[in-house]
């Protein structure tokens, strides 16, 4: 296995999931915001659908706009349930999902912003790193874009301020 990924320890649900890691702070999709975000975002799609392909569709650019947009939605609700299945894990080490992909290092982390106006999910906050990554999304959970990291979406508002506090606490140490 690659260097940011680690063997699972058969642990479940609410347990350290890698050997020999502690675990300072975890971020668990929250089950009403993942299943209305879900049925909203899938709602829609199959609301354009219909619309697309109902009796009165009108331009052929716009059916196919309907249809290509309704398709979109349905996508994006299925990526939205698939990645809210993960949570987030800060270790002393690193920042990573709970099937052990890495977002960052807590090493390569500059800053934290989690002010009222800063770019951030809804609930969590945005890292900015050293260096620029690949861009990475994983819908409701977390995207990553450059240099910054957003954190957070259909997460409980608490976990994800809990979470910033101990990886400020943690870049404080020399």
Do not use: Y
């Not at 899938?42 to 619309?51: D, E, P, S, T």
């Not at 390569?108 to 989690?114: P, Y």
């Not at 608490?158 to 990886?167: H, Q, V, Y």
Request: hydrophobic share 50%; net charge positive; charged share 20%.
């Amino acid at each position: 296995m690659g260097e940011d990924t680690a063997a699972q320890a058969g642990a479940g649900p609410g347990q350290a999931a890698f050997r020999g890691e502690e675990v300072l702070a975890r971020m668990t999709p929250s089950a009403p915001r993942r299943v209305v975000g879900v049925a909203l975002l899938g709602g829609l799609g199959l609301f354009l659908l219909a619309l697309g392909v109902g009796p009165a569709s009108g331009a052929l650019g716009l059916v196919l706009a309907l249809l290509a947009i309704g398709g979109l939605c349905l996508w994006l609700s299925w990526r939205l349930w698939e990645a809210t299945a993960l949570g987030l894990e800060l270790t002393p080490e690193v920042l990573r999902d709970t099937r052990g992909r890495v977002l960052t290092r807590v090493a390569e982390i500059a800053s934290i912003e989690r002010g009222a106006l800063a770019l951030k999910p809804a609930g969590g906050f945005t890292l900015i790193t050293r260096g620029a990554g690949p861009r990475a999304w994983a819908p409701g959970l977390w995207w990553r874009a450059g240099r910054r990291i957003g954190v957070g979406g259909v997460t409980h508002r608490n976990e994800g301020r809990f979470m910033a506090e101990t990886l400020a606490g943690l870049l404080e140490k020399p």
